[in-house]
Each structure stands twice: as structure tokens, then as C-alpha cells.
């Protein structure tokens, strides 16, 4: 099981590092396109299209599976311990796999987040300059109700005098 973990752990950067490498160049790719297509059928020269870049999952399982598969044989026939049993060539495809598309989703955020980054910084210097003009709007009216009721307490009128005192005053009481 430990075997199996640490494989599946290097097998995800092993994804990450495939991924990588085919996203800055596809030579072995464009390589195997020429020998095997037609003149027609060849990729564009703007294509960057690899073995696991910009490929569909079933693509990218069937390119690493084949990959794997033929480290497997060379391993088998260099080295006669049973190493390659299917319970850590299944780890090293899916870790694989993973790790491709991991590294897709560390791209592309990256990308997103480089191409939002100055409209993000606008939205919160907006934002902290709309806060800044309701704390003061919010000042000048706590100082305009103030103001408003000095001025009503200042211009209200002397008490009146209550019932009973009325009453005292006709000698009623």
C-alpha cells in the first residue's frame, strides 16, 4: 500500500511536469502527426495540440495508458523482480491523469486570474471609495440631526400645566 501511495503521489507530478512540458512544445506529437497522417490530414503549424494537452479524456487515457504500458515491457525485460503488478500500473494512470488535470486547472486560473487581476483591482478601489463617501454621508447626517434636534428642543414651547394642577388652580381640588 505505502508502495502504491508513493508511486500514485510521483505519478501526479509526473502529470503535472507531462502536462507542462507539452503546453510550451509539442514536437514528439507533431513528429508522430507527419509520419502517421497524409499531407492533408497534418495538424496546422498554430495547432498545439500534444499527447495530453488540449485532449479529450479518453484521448489522454489511451496515451498515457499506452505510455505506461510500454515503461511496463522495457521494465519487465530489464529488471526480472515483478515490479509492475496492475495494482500500481492502475495507480500510475490515474495519478497520471489527475495530475494533467490538475496542472490544466493551475493554467487556466492562472490565466483567468492574470486577465481579471486589473478589473479586480478597479472594482475594489470603486468599492472602498463608495465606502469612504457613506461613512461621510453618514457623518454630515448624524450632525445634521443633532443639529435639528437642539433646534427643536430649543424652540419647544414651556410645558403646559397638567389637569391637576388646572384643577388646583379653579380650587376644584
Not at 119 to 128: A, G, L, P
Not at 150 to 155: F, L
Request: aromatic share 12%.
Amino acid at each position: 500500500m505505502t508502495l502504491e501511495l508513493i508511486v500514485f503521489i510521483g505519478a501526479i507530478l509526473f502529470g503535472i511536469f507531462l502536462y507542462w512540458r507539452e503546453s510550451h512544445g509539442n514536437g514528439l506529437y507533431r513528429f508522430f502527426n507527419k509520419i502517421i497522417n497524409s499531407k492533408e490530414l497534418q495538424m496546422k503549424p498554430e495547432d498545439k495540440t500534444g499527447f495530453v494537452f488540449q485532449q479529450t479524456f479518453v484521448l489522454r487515457l489511451v496515451f498515457i495508458g499506452f505510455l505506461f504500458l510500454i515503461g511496463i515491457v522495457i521494465t519487465r525485460f530489464l529488471i526480472p523482480i515483478d515490479l509492475a503488478t496492475i495494482s500500481i500500473f492502475a495507480s500510475m494512470i490515474f495519478g497520471t491523469l489527475a495530475g494533467t488535470y490538475l496542472a490544466n486547472f493551475i493554467f487556466k486560473s492562472g490565466e483567468v486570474i492574470e486577465e481579471k487581476s486589473d478589473s479586480i483591482e478597479d472594482i475594489v478601489s470603486d468599492t472602498i471609495e463608495k465606502g469612504k463617501d457613506f461613512i461621510e454621508d453618514l457623518k454630515t447626517k448624524e450632525t445634521t440631526e443633532t443639529k435639528e434636534i437642539d433646534k427643536i428642543d430649543k424652540n419647544s414651547e414651556p410645558q403646559e400645566k397638567s389637569a391637576r394642577e388646572r384643577l388646583k388652580d379653579k380650587g376644584l381640588l
